[in-house]
């Protein structure tokens, strides 16, 4: 059992393809390893004699799929994190969702998540919060934390997950795993339940680099469901580059960040050492309005969520309170009691930013410093093939540590949210291991690359040869993997 | 920054209802964030053009042919108080 557990992604693939694995045993085995969780990872599990009717796989072609609870699956369970959609089964199943289906790829579960993606860390799911499989006092981050946990905690072996300032690339990297955020338009928006629309994007998380290229070939596309989709021209192919000869990587002065952890500093350098012995060369680039993504971020995705989420007004899905009063007294009360307080938090931002008055100060001056932004990357992938940085500006912290102060915990994005403003794709590999600041048994570091818009092969080559060139491979005690 | 009267403003955009303790909280921490974010009010950005989608789209055309909708029984079967196969909501008149 321990055996087939031990297999990536990719192998099993191949593997039930050269008909030498019997996916039927295969699948079996992770659904018994997913009901093992005691992470609080999982939300919904597809257990034995469950009925899960439109999401059944008749025959497994691929390996079985963690999928994170903001993604509808048709009659069962979704609640994107929230109380305001508990006991919610959607009529239909998004198009990512669907492709994986098609794809041979059974659902082991739904995964739990911050409130409607909001959050850095998985304390704001309504259903309690994820424990890191490293250290179970330590947050998974987030908001795809489930999605990271299942995957480094021998839950699942792959999952997807929605990246809209990092939340993808954040808790990857808090959980040692790879995780992609792709270019955005690559996949499919639709039946992802909406936070920021014109950031929100699916992407795996995986164990290998290997393992992310085979799930995002099977993800992406144009959908005429989803019309700002355009998927990857030419598809995507498993990497197979083992150096880095020719690659030019550029390090932003601006984020060089004086608020990094010495631990995590350590890694990030010794990582660009390891990029020049595998021959890619380092070279210093510009981002200059980047130190200004956390606020323009923090105004856009907050002003088309509150937007996003006016939908949930208790008439046509979820919970419904109040009602003895009239209509308004209800929307009040059904939104009051069913959001959680970061959920408050942004809808109040982002209609505070969008009112009478402040529209342009807030929301018309981000859009402008989102050009900017945008104008900065181009700029420099004129000089440079990738931009490097951290993934996260620490390990993963404990849980409570900043959750009382919303402003610390928003600028943990710091490394993420300028490609997630310019929509370009990045991924997060795991690095090596760091001491937490305070001391505390080490965890693992993320190091952070971009490319240009739709460049993902690229990415990945590079992303898989600088891998193979780390040869990260501790895993968490107690981890089921072997 | 922003003030507990902007907040029960703001509230009531939103429809949310926030109780006392709510909104002194909300005052505090709302302020905090704005004192950061207000940093990008100082930069200069005349005659930027402002971002709102960064693909570059084109529209497409395709034949206009109906195809299969949400039967209303699927649609209705999430909601909290279906009657008569629509949604049943409150009276907008208050009482």
């Given at each position: 059992?321990?055996?087939?557990?031990?297999?990536?992604?990719?192998?099993?693939?191949?593997?039930?393809?050269?008909?030498?694995?019997?996916?039927?045993?295969?699948?079996?085995?992770?659904?018994?390893?997913?009901?093992?969780?005691?992470?609080?990872?999982?939300?919904?599990?597809?257990?034995?004699?469950?009925?899960?009717?439109?999401?059944?796989?008749?025959?497994?072609?691929?390996?079985?799929?963690?999928?994170?609870?903001?993604?509808?699956?048709?009659?069962?369970?979704?609640?994107?994190?929230?109380?305001?959609?508990?006991?919610?089964?959607?009529?239909?199943?998004?198009?990512?969702?669907?492709?994986?289906?098609?794809?041979?790829?059974?659902?082991?579960?739904?995964?739990?998540?911050?409130?409607?993606?909001?959050?850095?860390?998985?304390?704001?799911?309504?259903?309690?919060?994820?424990?890191?499989?490293?250290?179970?006092?330590?947050?998974?981050?987030?908001?795809?934390?489930?999605?990271?946990?299942?995957?480094?905690?021998?839950?699942?072996?792959?999952?997807?997950?929605?990246?809209?300032?990092?939340?993808?690339?954040?808790?990857?990297?808090?959980?040692?795993?790879?995780?992609?955020?792709?270019?955005?338009?690559?996949?499919?928006?639709?039946?992802?339940?909406?936070?920021?629309?014109?950031?929100?994007?699916?992407?795996?998380?995986?164990?290998?680099?290997?393992?992310?290229?085979?799930?995002?070939?099977?993800?992406?596309?144009?959908?005429?469901?989803?019309?700002?989709?355009?998927?990857?021209?030419?598809?995507?192919?498993?990497?197979?580059?083992?150096?880095?000869?020719?690659?030019?990587?550029?390090?932003?002065?601006?984020?060089?960040?004086?608020?990094?952890?010495?631990?995590?500093?350590?890694?990030?350098?010794?990582?660009?050492?390891?990029?020049?012995?595998?021959?890619?060369?380092?070279?210093?680039?510009?981002?200059?309005?980047?130190?200004?993504?956390?606020?323009?971020?923090?105004?856009?995705?907050?002003?088309?969520?509150?937007?996003?989420?006016?939908?949930?007004?208790?008439?046509?899905?979820?919970?419904?309170?109040?009602?003895?009063?009239?209509?308004?007294?209800?929307?009040?009360?059904?939104?009051?009691?069913?959001?959680?307080?970061?959920?408050?938090?942004?809808?109040?931002?982002?209609?505070?930013?969008?009112?009478?008055?402040?529209?342009?100060?807030?929301?018309?001056?981000?859009?402008?410093?989102?050009?900017?932004?945008?104008?900065?990357?181009?700029?420099?992938?004129?000089?440079?093939?990738?931009?490097?940085?951290?993934?996260?500006?620490?390990?993963?912290?404990?849980?409570?540590?900043?959750?009382?102060?919303?402003?610390?915990?928003?600028?943990?994005?710091?490394?993420?949210?300028?490609?997630?403003?310019?929509?370009?794709?990045?991924?997060?590999?795991?690095?090596?291991?760091?001491?937490?600041?305070?001391?505390?048994?080490?965890?693992?570091?993320?190091?952070?690359?971009?490319?240009?818009?739709?460049?993902?092969?690229?990415?990945?080559?590079?992303?898989?040869?600088?891998?193979?060139?780390?040869?990260?491979?501790?895993?968490?005690?107690?981890?089921?993997?072997? | 920054?922003?003030?507990?009267?902007?907040?029960?403003?703001?509230?009531?955009?939103?429809?949310?209802?926030?109780?006392?303790?709510?909104?002194?909280?909300?005052v505090g921490e709302l302020s905090g964030i704005l004192e950061h974010v207000d940093r990008i009010g100082s930069l200069?950005?005349?005659?930027?053009?402002?971002?709102?989608?960064?693909?570059?789209?084109?529209?497409?055309?395709?034949?206009?042919?109906?195809?299969?909708?949400?039967?209303?029984?699927?649609?209705?079967?999430?909601?909290?108080?279906?009657?008569?196969?629509?949604?049943?909501?409150?009276?907008?008149?208050?009482?």
């Amino acid at each position: 059992m321990t055996d087939l557990l031990a297999l990536t992604a990719l192998e099993a693939h191949e593997a039930m393809a050269a008909g030498d694995l019997d996916a039927a045993e295969y699948t079996a085995a992770w659904r018994q390893a997913a009901a093992g969780d005691e992470l609080n990872a999982y939300l919904w599990q597809d257990r034995a004699g469950e009925e899960v009717g439109a999401i059944a796989v008749a025959e497994a072609r691929t390996a079985p799929v963690a999928v994170k609870d903001i993604f509808c699956t048709e009659g069962v369970p979704t609640t994107a994190g929230s109380r305001i959609l508990e006991g919610y089964r959607p009529p239909y199943t998004s198009t990512a969702v669907r492709r994986l289906l098609e794809a041979g790829a059974p659902v082991l579960g739904k995964t739990n998540m911050d409130e409607f993606a909001m959050g850095s860390s998985n304390e704001n799911s309504a259903y309690g919060p994820v424990l890191n499989p490293w250290d179970r006092e330590r947050v998974p981050g987030g908001s795809s934390g489930g999605s990271a946990a299942v995957v480094a905690g021998g839950l699942a072996p792959w999952s997807i997950g929605t990246d809209t300032g990092g939340s993808i690339r954040q808790p990857a990297a808090f959980c040692g795993i790879v995780g992609l955020k792709p270019t955005y338009g690559a996949i499919s928006r639709y039946g992802m339940i909406a936070f920021a629309s014109s950031l929100d994007q699916c992407g795996p998380l995986t164990r290998t680099v290997k393992d992310a290229a085979l799930l995002l070939g099977l993800l992406q596309g144009r959908d005429p469901l989803d019309s700002t989709s355009v998927g990857i021209e030419g598809g995507v192919s498993l990497p197979g580059r083992e150096d880095l000869g020719g690659l030019r990587f550029g390090v932003p002065a601006e984020l060089a960040g004086d608020d990094l952890d010495p631990g995590v500093r350590e890694v990030f350098e010794a990582t660009l050492r390891k990029i020049e012995e595998l021959g890619g060369e380092i070279a210093e680039v510009s981002l200059p309005n980047s130190e200004h993504g956390i606020s323009a971020y923090y105004v856009i995705a907050p002003a088309e969520a509150s937007s996003n989420l006016a939908r949930y007004d208790g008439v046509r899905y979820g919970i419904r309170a109040g009602g003895d009063g009239d209509l308004i007294e209800m929307y009040e009360t059904t939104r009051s009691e069913g959001f959680g307080p970061e959920v408050k938090r942004r809808i109040m931002l982002g209609t505070y930013a969008l009112s009478s008055g402040y529209y342009d100060a807030y929301y018309g001056q981000a859009q402008k410093v989102r050009t900017r932004i945008a104008q900065d990357f181009d700029g420099a992938f004129a000089e440079v093939d990738f931009v490097v940085t951290p993934t996260a500006p620490s390990v993963a912290f404990k849980q409570g540590e900043k959750s009382d102060d919303p402003l610390a915990m928003y600028l943990n994005d710091f490394f993420t949210v300028p490609m997630s403003l310019a929509g370009i794709p990045a991924i997060s590999i795991p690095a090596g291991l760091a001491a937490p600041e305070g001391g505390g048994p080490q965890l693992p570091v993320g190091f952070q690359i971009a490319a240009p818009a739709f460049a993902e092969q690229r990415l990945l080559d590079a992303a898989h040869a600088l891998e193979q060139g780390i040869g990260f491979d501790a895993r968490p005690e107690g981890g089921s993997d072997g | 920054m922003i003030d507990r009267d902007q907040v029960l403003h703001v509230a009531r955009l939103a429809r949310l209802r926030l109780s006392d303790e709510d909104v002194e909280t909300m005052v505090g921490e709302l302020s905090g964030i704005l004192e950061h974010v207000d940093r990008i009010g100082s930069l200069d950005l005349e005659g930027v053009e402002p971002t709102s989608h960064v693909v570059a789209l084109e529209n497409v055309l395709r034949a206009d042919v109906p195809w299969q909708s949400l039967p209303r029984d699927a649609a209705l079967a999430s909601a909290p108080e279906p009657e008569k196969g629509a949604f049943r909501v409150p009276s907008p008149q208050a009482e």
